[in-house]
T-cell receptor, first 112, second 113 residues
């Protein structure tokens, strides 16, 4: 099993550009999450999903959108990139509510 | 809202010394989880504690859940350079839909060989 796969690993965007961060899991997990991590600030929840077709906002959803058309995929969309979105983004999943998240290896995004 | 606080923020030790990080929640938690993130890596799940007063061990790591289920600790005996990283605690967010974990800001451990 590959677990949680995130692409790309690194990306540099210009202000105002858009991009999609991809997240795929092969563990048939219903629950998926997007976090951003800034230095010294821990993990902040952006969006989450409890199953295909169901998504909800986390702590810091502004500037982002998500979709969950399948159990496996949970892409994160940045529409108009801003420098404040420079961060490391982690996708995570679990098959049991609030237990043992499996994280992807992350996407390091820089907006210039 | 629910807050999970961790102390200390940083800890530097000599190899062989012990290390402890503490986690405190503003509300009672149904469970507490611990994760480790190596430098440049991603968080990796270590353990979950569920019962009041529970103590679990993983080799040199000892995890405790407080009697009131509002605090927890992680103790590492005789640290090694492989222990370097950030240790996070996390608990289910209280109220409303309970599908999310609240993470502490983590304790960064560095070990001098």
């Amino acid at each position: 099993n590959a677990g949680v796969t995130q692409t790309p690993k690194f990306r540099i965007l210009k202000i105002g550009q858009s991009m999609t961060l991809q997240c795929t899991q092969d563990m048939n997990h219903n629950y998926m999450y997007w976090y951003r991590q800034d230095p010294g600030m821990g993990l902040k929840l952006i969006y989450y999903s409890v199953g295909a077709g169901i998504t909800d906002k986390g702590e810091v959803p502004n500037g982002y959108n998500v979709s969950r058309s399948t159990t496996e995929d949970f892409p994160l969309r940045l529409e108009l990139a801003a420098p404040s979105q420079t961060s490391v983004y982690f996708c995570a999943s679990t098959g049991v509510i609030n237990y043992g998240y499996t994280f992807g290896s992350g996407t390091r995004l820089t907006v210039v | 809202g629910q807050q999970v606080m961790q102390i200390p923020q940083y800890q530097h030790v000599q190899e062989g010394e012990d290390f402890t990080t503490y986690c405190n929640s503003s509300t009672t938690l149904s469970n507490i989880q611990w994760y480790k993130q190596r430098p440049g890596g991603h968080p990796v799940f270590l353990i979950q504690l569920v019962k009041s007063g529970e103590v679990k061990k993983q080799k040199r790591l000892t995890f405790q859940f407080g009697e009131a289920k509002k605090n927890s600790s992680l103790h590492i005996t005789a640290t090694q350079t492989t222990d370097v990283g950030t240790y996070f605690c996390a608990g289910p967010r209280s109220g409303g839909s309970n599908y999310k974990l609240t993470f502490g800001k983590g304790t960064l451990l560095t070990v001098n060989p």
